[in-house]
């Protein structure tokens, strides 16, 4: 078995079994906690409505933070669009989603989703600066903060070097690139980047609880 | 140039260089072990932590935007001030006792146990520095509620006896006396008896059976004591059946500011047996933020049921009877800007109603910029005020306030909280500010429409 | 010892013209990256090479490796070429049978001893010697016997280079590739099914030029030829960049011949001339006749998947396990939550 077929098979095999399962571990390991029932009269509409109102709201900016959180922002935008469209606007991707999917969806020329990766991973780079020289982040990051922005700019090095090729044969950038994504996978369900899925139970329950306030979300 | 702890800079002109490192201050309550202590704040936090914070703790990004919202980084560019580095410590033990990954955090030592150090550092942190204004709850993009989770972590630093001594001692006080300031129940009656001759305005007091149970906050009762008269001008004004109690009166909750929540919901307990006993359908509640957010939010859940009655800020209770034309008013000639307290209109959800009154006042209403819900905070909130070491601190983030109110060039500062007024007053005094912070409710008590009878 | 005419007496004898035969060099000579002024020593050396003898052993093979290389360009210079070596022994094309056959093998090997080439088309089983035999010797005795006395061996197809399709899951008659038997000798991997019969008498010419064998891969096959991957040498691949793809064999994307990624085409991890050399003369190749890329000059090309399947296509297990994985998943959050609620409740009661 080469490095190709050991990486999309067996390792990528394990990587969807550890994301499945470590997604639904730490999901339930906070929302079978011990929740606090509110008695208060409620003002507005609590319930799943206010939850989908702050999940969706909350992806963009109040105006008073606007300028002050400019350049974070508009990197995070960057980086999350340009992840979503490198990973699923790109044929061979959605090719790959198909495989299991049973469905595709029309891609982007494969010299657009280039630029766009690359434009995501100056974004990232950008992002690791303030990272590092904002007083700020270097006191509150920690381990995973950097262990996770490796193991999210990885799969899309790796992807933006298969066409670059370097010199290095087609087959053994794919398989690095395939068990760079198996790496973040595998990563995704434990550390920070478990906000994908986070985030609708963040900005959900804060919904819920100040919706029903009528309160500012 | 040097400068010694990243903010003193040595006076060059000065006779003699010198400098005196800043006192720090740790405080300690009760006799405790140091071990005691951390295993006491430890099993607090724990006991705290449930499916909303441990979305919370386990969601953060650690993006850092929290700090460009917060009055104490803005004005001091201290890291430490980053209000989701005030959750460190919570965060701390949520992930090594009770998070999902809580047996590898401990396994492999990933989040250490908590230390006494940090614990005293924190002291700083979760008291001098965070009003519980929750303003970085806005701008956080996962929508975590840091503010809400300060308070909670408090409960472990109350039960540690960790926290700063004048915020103790003035809730131990309002536990013991029934009141922060010690307005006790005679002394209420006093003032409410003097305002009621002063004014030449009936004040009910201690009615058996009424509809609405009145009750002030004892900066009201002790600073500002017209503002007893004019709830009362207001609440006779509409021909409720009304009165204010000597058995609940006290409106403020350091129960709740301090972490004690047995403190807490002793002091809510007051409240809401009055008014069940009284038959009440409404509590009002006076001029103070964090009133609001102990009983219009936390007081059915102190009950343990939903409270038999309704709870309004004075601000609800005014826009109510004046939007249905039970309460009129003259119209006042005079620019105003409002302050909006925290606890009532971010966190409450009480925005529209000052607005309303004032537009029944006929003022020209000047809003600020950002104000509103975006409001920053007054500083004093959250029991800052009563520390005495973080005067320096308040007075440096009210400068934000100061800039906020003078940009609107509006000749009334007007609010809705004792404690915001209180903490004006301070800061007024401190810079010689020529402002001075005046009452919602008294503008419209002063300016009632004579009744036709 | 009898006279054997040089290639150059037998090509003149069969009528190839001088410039026919330039021209082959002058192919060759590309093929293999040569420089232009080694042409005239190819053309030398060709000329005047003693025939060298072959000797050609098939073993569990369909005879389709030999019927690309004697049927499909004839007659060419390289079909004549071929002619000009002394092809000893091949059992498909001599006359002789049986104990004549072997005898020739014998006598060729004898006489050659050093020297000959063994080409070798078909895979060797392993699992019990009677699966496939020739005159009674089993394959493995017969090759082992073979190249004992060569100076090198070619396997011509992916049977003899990997295994091939007799090696394909579950493998039943344990069939292995020439390399993996022959450790002491040069092998020359020539795989494809078929290979490009130019390819061949390349590498035979390289060794009549120059006495040694190309440079190999990792695969043992020559990089002059096994150097770039199909995708690379694609036609159709401005269509791939632009995202343009034929979805079905009857669209109008696979009408207008766009890239045939979505069908599965394995030209980007397939190494292979055919994208250059293409067969029958330079007429066509797979992809340009419309059909995906197999990658058959790749090791176990037939046990990657389907051959339809798109080349990103995970190859993940089944939906069972992932619901074990799921399964997994909701137990290990219940017990940790579980296990947070105890402490906290154990915490409660201290307090």
Known sequence: ?????????????????????????????????????????????????????????????????????????????????????????????????????????????????????????????????????????????????????????????????????????????LAVHILSVALLLIWLPFGKLGHTFLVFLTRGTTGMVFERRGAKT | MTTVDGRTTLDREAERLAYKPPEVRHDTQGDMTTEQRVETAMHHFVKDFNTQTASYLDGCVHCGMCADACHYFVRTDDPRYTPIWKMELFKQAYKREVGPFAFFYRLFGFKKKVTIDQLEEWQHLLYDSCTVCGRCSLVCPMGIDIAGMVSMARHGMFKAGLIPHELHETAKRAAETGSP????????????????????????????????????????????????????????????????????????????????????????????????????????????????MAMRWMGANMYGKPLPFKV????????????????????????????DPCQVSRRGGATQAPRDVLKHLGVDFREMPNGGDYNWCCGGGGGVITIKRADELRHRVFKLKMDQMEATGAEELLSSCANCRQSFDDSEQHFGWNHSMGSLMEMVAENLEEQKS | MKYTPTVGEILQAKGVSRRGFLKYCATTASLLALPPSMIPRIAAAIENARRPSVIWLSFQECTGCTESLTRSESPTVEGLIFDAISLDYHHTLQAASGDQAEAARHAAMEENYGSYLVLVDGSIPMGNPGFSTIAGISNHDMLMETVAGAAAVV???????????????????????????????????????????????????????????????????????????????????????????????????????????????????????????????????????????????????????????PLSTGHFGSGAKLAGAAAAGVALGAVAAAAGRKRQSKYTKEA
């Open chain 2, 312 to 339: 309004l800020h004075i601000t609800e209770y005014l826009a109510d009877v004046m939007n249905s034309g039970r309460l009129k008013v003259k119209k006042v000639d005079k620019s105003v800007t409002f302050h």
């Open chain 3, 155 to 309: 396997s011509i197809g992916s049977c003899a280079a990997f295994g091939g399709i007799p090696a394909a899951r579950p493998n039943p008659t344990g069939a292995v590739a020439v390399r993996d038997l022959v450790k002491d000798k040069p092998v020359v991997n020539i795989p494809g099914c078929p290979p490009i019969a130019m390819v061949m008498t390349a590498v035979l010419t390289q060794f009549l030029t120059f006495g040694e064998l190309p440079k190999l891969d990792k695969h043992g096959r020559p990089v002059a030829f096994f150097g770039t991957t199909i995708h690379d040498r694609c036609y159709r691949r401005p269509f791939y960049e632009q995202g343009k793809f034929a979805e079905t064999f009857d669209d109008e994307g696979a009408k207008a011949g766009w890239c045939l990624y979505k069908l599965g085409c394995r030209g980007p991890t397939t190494y292979n001339a055919c994208a250059t050399v293409k067969w029958n003369i330079g007429t066509s190749f797979p992809i340009q006749s419309g059909h995906p890329c197999l990658g058959c000059s790749e090791p176990d090309f037939w046990d990657k998947g389907g051959f339809y399947q």
């Open chain 1, 1 to 173: 078995m080469d490095l190709l077929e050991l990486a999309r098979g067996p390792v990528l095999q394990a990587a969807a079994y550890i994301l499945v399962g470590g997604t639904i571990w730490r999901l339930l390991g906070i929302i079978l906690l011990a929740k606090k029932p509110d008695y208060s009269e409620a003002r507005g509409p609590g319930g799943l409505g206010a939850a989908a109102k702050v999940i969706w709201s909350r992806a963009y900016t109040a105006e008073p933070f606007k300028r002050a959180t400019l350049y974070p922002k508009i990197m995070g935008y960057v980086l999350h669009v340009g992840l979503f469209a490198t990973v699923l606007l790109f044929v061979p991707h959605i090719v790959f989603f198909e495989g299991f999917l049973g469905f595709g969806w029309p891609g982007l020329p494969n010299s657009i989703i280039f630029f766009i990766g690359v434009a995501t991973v100056i974004s990232g780079v950008a992002l690791l600066v303030r990272r590092l020289t904002s007083p700020v982040l270097k006191l509150i990051s920690n381990f995973d903060d950097y262990f996770s922005w490796f193991v999210t700019m990885l799969p899309l090095v790796t992807g933006l070097l298969i066409p670059i090729r370097l010199g290095i044969r087609y087959e053994t950038l």
């Open chain 2, 181 to 292: 300031l010690g307005i006790t129940p005679e002394k209420f009656k006093e003032r409410v008896e003097w305002m009621a001759d002063e004014h030449e305005v009936d004040i009910p007091l201690n009615v058996e059976k009424a509809d609405v149970l009145a009750v002030m906050s004892s900066i009201e009762i002790q600073k500002y004591p017209e503002s007893i008269a004019a709830t009362a001008k207001i609440l006779n004004a509409t021909g409720e059946s009304w009165t204010f109690s000597t058995d609940g009166y006290e409106a403020t909750n350091f129960g709740m500011l301090s972490g004690n929540l047995e403190w807490q919901k002793a002091a809510s307990m007051k409240l809401i047996d009055t008014a069940i006993k009284l038959g009440a359908k409404t509590l009002v509640l006076p001029e103070c933020g964090h009133a609001y």
